[in-house]
């Protein structure tokens, strides 16, 4: 049920990864098939790009991919169940899909408010619900790691948009990273009964469209640079992996050290 931690091997698991059309979620994915996993993508974007350089670098590997929104609970149980009927079980999951509003709490509406929440809190809970009842459970094994930021832990993360103003991500993402931290916890509590672990990862400032135009004062942190997709999907891969196998419940930073203790 729980066995030792051993090495980063993923051969013949099988795994999803939301958000994965680009980013941080195609660097996982690419990821997680080097090492031997086929990987459902999800994403509301087409994957057609990630999908091909993976069958192509990796013939071995297998990919799905589902043009859904995570967002609604049907078209994520119906991407799991697919997945599971495809390949027979299911070993991974990388809540990553993500989106991020920087208004300010004067500017913030309702609507800005809702999506980041539902995308990044409500979707999670879909998709962990649906891979741990009754896939993880019955096999008695899982590995889910949750994409958070650092902005759930420090209260937002202080960026400018290139020849404009500072601020920083909004109250809503950071509630909602926060929340994801707090939802990563209460799984693990719940699940490793069932010999499924849950861990997050807390991104500090990273190369994608989610940071385009932005300018980050990397300058102040030990790694003094931004992090690229590859710098989390290879802490992804140790969460994945039996590298992790005593280590659950834990918001990991990868962050080139921007927030410490
Ligand atoms: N880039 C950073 O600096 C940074 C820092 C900390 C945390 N993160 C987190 O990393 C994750 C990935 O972000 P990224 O930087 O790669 O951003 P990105 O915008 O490049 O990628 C996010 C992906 O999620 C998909 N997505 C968004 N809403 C969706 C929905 N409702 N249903 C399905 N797919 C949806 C998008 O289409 C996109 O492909 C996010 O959770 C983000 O909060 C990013």
């Given at each position: ?41 999800v ?55 993500g989106?991020?509003?920087?208004l ?65 991500s ?11 931290n ?60 039996p ?19």
């Amino acid at each position: 049920m729980w066995p030792l931690s051993s090495h980063e091997d993923l051969k013949g698991k099988v795994a999803i990864v939301t958000g994965a059309s680009r980013g941080i979620g195609a660097a996982c994915a690419y990821a997680l098939a080097r090492r031997g996993a086929n990987v459902a993508i999800v994403d509301l974007l087409p994957a057609d790009d990630i999908r091909g350089k993976i069958e192509t670098d990796f013939p071995e590997v297998q990919t799905l991919g589902y043009e859904i929104d995570i967002r609604n609970k049907g078209q994520v149980v119906q991407a799991v169940q697919a997945t599971a009927e495809q390949w027979g079980h299911i070993d991974i999951l990388v809540n990553n899909a993500g989106t991020c509003s920087r208004l300010s709490l004067e500017a913030m509406t309702e609507e800005d408010w809702d999506r980041d929440i539902s995308t990044n809190l409500k979707g999670s809970f879909f998709f962990t619900q649906a891979v741990v009842f009754p896939y993880m459970k019955e096999q008695g094994y899982g590995k889910i790691i949750n994409i958070s930021s650092i902005s759930g832990m420090i209260g937002g993360v202080v960026s400018s948009v290139q020849g404009g103003d500072s601020g920083r991500s909004g109250p809503a993402y950071a509630a909602s990273k926060g929340g994801v931290n707090a939802f990563t916890k209460w799984v693990a509590k719940e699940v490793g009964k069932y010999g499924i672990y849950c861990n997050a990862i807390a991104p500090g400032s990273v190369v994608t469209e989610l940071t385009r135009n932005m300018n980050y004062p990397v300058d102040n942190q030990p790694i003094q640079r931004m992090g690229e997709p590859e710098d989390i999907a290879e802490a992804v891969v140790y969460l994945a992996s039996p590298a992790s196998n005593y280590v659950s419940g834990q918001v990991l930073k990868v962050c080139g050290g921007l927030a410490i203790g």
